[in-house]
């Protein structure tokens, strides 16, 4: 909002006499002194009143821009492309993610998140809207400040990373199952570095090579444990680099 629109609301919100607001606190709101209005200047008081309808409108609009912004903000992190108006978004929404919840942990925001994109007991979308702004902000929009917004589009890209990546698992899981493998057999391992091309990789591992698995990392912890834990980390990030040339972006071996 402008600062004139934040003026005048925090002056409403203050206001404790109708007179005071409407003759000091709601013209020094929009820029103009209240003495302007001493002397017959009919100028002044046009003036104030036009700013303040403007402003009004301002204040009036600002809720519905702030629900059209995260509906296209969650167009953009969360699908491949645009979905029209705001029942498009939802129907979209809701057919891409429902059911992921199910490759998700039990305790956390993402599967939380996944159930709430794929709702479909709201009555109205704006309500559906309404509610996963909520729990983007952690407060109704309607009570937002600005430390919510930029908390909620923080997170908004934060869980649409670990929706991808879920996506990932989520393809080769019923491929590991068919295969007679448990539920544990897919994993989904990632580096991001600054200034690096992020390394991911999707495999599906036999009871065989996970057990093997378990036992080269318990010999190789042996061999780290005399070194700190940042150091540690660093060690099997390397590790992870000498695998690059084989295990790039969307990779999934059998």
């Known amino acids: 909002m402008s600062p004139e629109a934040e ?7 203050q206001a404790k006499r109708p007179g005071h607001l409407l003759f000091d606190a709601l013209p020094r709101a929009c820029g ?7 002397g017959d200047d009919a100028a002044a008081v046009e003036q ?31 699908l491949d492309g645009p979905s029209g108006d705001l029942d498009g978004l939802r129907a979209a929404l809701a057919r891409r ?35 996963v702004m909520t729990l983007l902000g952690n407060a109704p929009p309607a009570k937002w400040r600005e430390s919510h917004r930029v908390y909620a589009e923080l ?13 990932q698992l989520c393809h080769v899981l019923p491929e590991a199952r068919a295969a007679g493998l448990n539920g544990d057999a897919a994993v ?10 992020d390394i991911s990789r999707v495999i599906r591992l036999t009871p065989g090579q996970r057990q ?43």
């Open 7 to 13: 003026r005048v609301r925090a002056a409403f919100r």
């Open 32 to 38: 103009i002194e209240p003495a302007a209005f001493s």
């Open 48 to 78: 104030f009143i036009s700013r303040l309808i403007m402003v009004l409108r301002e204040l009036s609009g600002a809720y519905p821009q702030l629900l059209t912004h995260w509906q296209a903000q969650l167009g953009q992190h969360l």
């Open 97 to 131: 993610y429902h059911g992921l919840d199910r490759y998700a942990p039990q305790q956390g925001t993402v599967g939380a998140f996944i159930r709430r994109l794929s709702d479909t007991h709201f009555e109205t979308a704006q309500a559906w809207l309404e509610s």
């Open 155 to 167: 997170r908004v890209r934060e869980l649409a990373t670990q929706l991808r990546e879920l996506e």
């Open 188 to 197: 989904l391992v990632k580096l991001v570095e600054s200034a690096q091309a």
């Open 212 to 254: 093997a698995a378990d036992r080269a990392a318990d010999r190789i912890a042996g061999e780290l444990h005399s070194l700190d834990d940042a150091t540690q980390i660093a060690v099997v990030a390397a590790l992870l680099r000498r695998l690059a040339p084989v295990a790039t972006l969307g990779d999934q071996p059998s």
